[in-house]
């Protein structure tokens, strides 16, 4: 989302998959975090993010419980909690996780990664 939002390399792979895309709550509040640092208005963030189909979804008990146990699998390529977020939400959802971070290509944690650069 970021790489779209900050107009990065892959953000042209990231339009292209946005539309019925969902982003969790935890990875959202990074996706704020990260925008107001780099300048993006806050007023048109989420009617922006909304325009590219993307929903933003709640990061539940079951998501929780999930990222917490994908820190013993990840930790070795650093792996954040949003990193964790999203993949525990693309497990939930049973859809690729989509990603700029090339660390998360080797993973084997029970989802397909898509790294758009």
Known sequence: M????????????????????ALSA???AEVW????????????LRSRVIAYGV???????????H??????????KGLSLADRACLALAARLGVP???ADRAWVDLDVGVEIVCIR
């Open 33 to 44: 975090q990260v925008a107001d640092a780099a300048g993006v208005r806050s007023d048109e």
């Open 26 to 28: 935890v990875n959202w």
């Open 97 to 99: 996780a989509v990603t």
């Open 2 to 21: 970021l790489a779209l939002i900050l107009e990065e390399p892959g953000a042209e792979a990231v339009e292209q998959v946005s539309e019925d895309a």
């Open 67 to 76: 990222a917490g146990d994908l820190h013993r699998e990840t930790r070795a």
């Open 55 to 65: 929903s933003i979804v709640t990061f539940d008990l079951d998501d929780a419980e």
